[in-house]
């Protein structure tokens, strides 16, 4: 008798509200401010974010709001931001206020145990996201990647990896991987901005109680019935 062997699948996940709690990108902003330049480093941790919030209240776009995030990088060695985005990941992971969403990280690290690749996929960048995929096993991080010149960051970025810029990401890994249908693969998110990534698998996942995800996936559900029967999408309470 052959043995039925499982079908390859890949695993895509968000980080931010989806994996961890903060939003790594503004959290470790203020951890990192405030480190180096104490009080002053909150007061300009406040006024970057409050451009921030008008910016977004005029209806920027996210990829914008990503690109002006990264400036404020400008100058900065990536040796030392790296060393303070370690001791950032060391200091929040033994933190006794809750890092992880545990019911996201209970369901990824099933999937890794059930011998799946783990994809990371964020507007966040390297220096954040790499101790996470240590930690979780991760086979690669799609991010938005900041430009660097001789150790130096730039400000720039090339492509920020927010809304259509993680359905162009997970494509282009999909394509390498001829084997896998996406049909099988899994995509976690927690917001609207996750969609592109999350309408590309058969089995997207809602974390949290975004209800705006949660109808939009239910539609994307009822127009792929006919492709996968009975396929709903899954939903994942934050604890």
């Not at 993680?166 to 001829?178: I, Q, S």
Request: glycine share 8%.
């Amino acid at each position: 008798m052959t043995e039925h062997m499982p079908r390859p699948y890949i695993v895509f996940s968000d980080v931010d509200e989806t994996l961890i709690t903060v939003k790594s990108m503004f959290d470790f902003l203020h951890y990192q401010l405030v480190r180096r330049h104490g009080a002053a480093g909150e007061e300009e941790y406040e006024r970057i974010t409050a451009v921030i919030g008008r910016r977004a209240a005029d209806g920027a776009p996210r990829e914008e709001i990503n690109r002006f995030y990264y400036s404020h990088y400008a100058g900065e060695s990536v040796e030392s931001v790296t060393r303070l985005a370690d001791d950032w990941f060391t200091e929040r992971t033994a933190s006794t206020r809750g890092f992880y969403i545990d019911s996201t990280l209970r369901a990824l690290r099933g999937h890794r145990a059930a011998g799946a690749p783990l994809v990371l996929v964020s507007g966040s960048f390297p220096p954040l996201l790499e101790p996470l995929a240590r930690e979780l096993g991760a086979e690669t991080v799609l991010c938005t990647r900041p430009l660097i010149e001789d150790g130096i960051y730039t400000g720039e970025v090339g492509t920020p990896v927010i809304g259509e810029g993680k359905r162009a990401a997970v494509l282009a890994h999909l394509a390498a991987r001829p084997a896998v249908d996406p049909r099988d693969c899994f995509a976690y998110g927690d917001h609207v901005s996750d969609l592109p990534m999350l309408e590309l698998v058969g089995h997207p996942v809602a974390v949290g109680e975004d209800a705006e995800l949660r109808e939009r996936l239910a539609r994307l559900s009822e127009r792929h019935s006919e492709r996968r029967s009975q396929r709903r999408p899954e939903t994942i309470a934050v604890r």
